[in-house]
């Protein structure tokens, strides 16, 4: 018999780098999850992302085990690592603060592509464009 999920707990935490400080720690403790055991597993799977924030999911079982799933990180976080900028702009449609290439947002769309509610990669770039001009960076073509 399968075993009864009692919550499900979505985190973000920079890949290869968790440390059981807020707000993992925290967040797992208070529903009797090993913290310990959670961030050296999260450590070993993301260390290719090198401190790149992701979205984790963690479902946590009534016997206090868990499994956890690794999203892609998230498309505002690539666009800024693109276009080299520490931070989106304040006011993005009078402050653009960097600019991207039509390339890097399709590479951007690759990567997050599954985590997109979008039927095909076309409809994936338009997401990745939106946020692009939210932030107040340019897309060149």
Do not use: C, W
């Amino acid at each position: 018999m399968a075993k009864e999920i009692a919550v499900k707990i979505k985190l973000q935490a920079p890949g290869g780098q968790a440390t059981p400080a807020p707000p993992i720690g925290p967040a797992l403790g208070q529903h009797g999850v090993n913290i310990g055991q959670f961030v050296s597993q999260f450590n070993e799977r993301t260390r290719e992302l090198n401190g790149t924030t992701v979205p984790v999911v963690i479902s946590v079982f009534s016997d206090k085990s868990f499994t956890f799933e690794v999203k892609s990180p998230p498309a505002a976080v690539l666009l800024k690592q693109a276009a080299e900028v520490a931070k989106g702009s304040g006011i993005p449609n009078k402050e653009k603060v960097g600019t991207v290439t039509a390339e890097q947002v399709r590479k951007i769309a690759q990567t997050k592509f599954n985590d997109l509610n979008a039927y095909d990669l076309d409809q994936a770039e338009k997401i990745i464009r939106g946020t692009a001009r939210s932030m107040g960076v340019d897309v060149i073509d």
